[in-house]
T-cell receptor
């Protein structure tokens, strides 16, 4: 079954404690991205990757890191989480990188709370 | 660069129609439409490509006017299951931007 798998689904952590949210897709997609969703602000892109070893900042990259060492995996790293990073996070992947004419597949979401 | 959607929110009775608009300030290659239920992942509805193509998905259809950089989503004879937040998505350069979202509530 084609899918994007995110883990964990829920996470409560304390300020400053490094954490990683994993994202894996089994569709051989080149393009992967991370979004955060906050009430009233919609989905905002954090980072995206057009292929292995190619990553770039989205609109809200501060406080986040990513890596793309393998095509299927695109982890999101919060080196020192702060309460303003409390949010609902989604990973997404798709095939085309040039004109984006194929649908994006989303992970189930990770609800992160930083206290 | 985030596309602007209108209206922000709409409430319908079952069987009524609705139109959701998406407008971008940038030239568009394509427009995506997604629906999201509260707390869940967005679900793909359709993609429209350059050429003013209109696509349909059951009672949901959409149009794309590339000259005006606008797209509209048409929901006809709405059902309770149509409730959710609708997002358009546009690709500009290497980045994919979701619209501001439209909350749609269908009541009996």
């Amino acid at each position: 079954e084609a899918q994007v798998t995110q883990n964990p689904r829920y996470l409560i952590t304390v300020t400053g404690k490094k954490l990683t949210v994993t994202c894996s897709q089994n569709m051989n997609h080149e393009y992967m991205s991370w979004y955060r969703q906050d009430p009233g602000l919609g989905l905002r892109q954090i980072y995206y990757s057009m292929n292995v070893e190619v990553t770039d900042k989205g609109d809200v990259p501060e406080g986040y890191k990513v890596s793309r060492k393998e095509k299927r995996n695109f982890p999101l790293i919060l080196e020192s989480p702060s309460p303003n990073q409390t949010s609902l996070y989604f990973c997404a992947s798709s095939t085309t990188t040039i004109i984006m004419n194929t649908e994006a597949f989303f992970g189930q979401g990770t609800r992160l709370t930083v206290v | 660069q985030q596309p602007v959607q209108s209206p922000q929110a709409v409430i319908l009775r079952e069987g009524e129609d609705a139109v959701i608009n998406c407008s971008s300030s940038k030239a568009l290659y394509s427009v995506h439409w997604y629906r999201q239920k509260h707390g869940e992942a967005p679900v793909f509805l359709m993609i429209l490509l350059k050429g003013g193509e209109q696509k349909g998905h059951e009672k949901i259809s959409a149009s794309f006017n590339e000259k005006k950089q606008q797209s509209s989503l048409y929901l006809t004879a709405s059902q309770l299951s149509y409730s959710g937040t609708y997002f358009c998505g546009t690709y500009t350069g290497n980045q994919f931007y979701f619209g501001t979202g439209t909350s749609l509530t269908v009541i009996p």
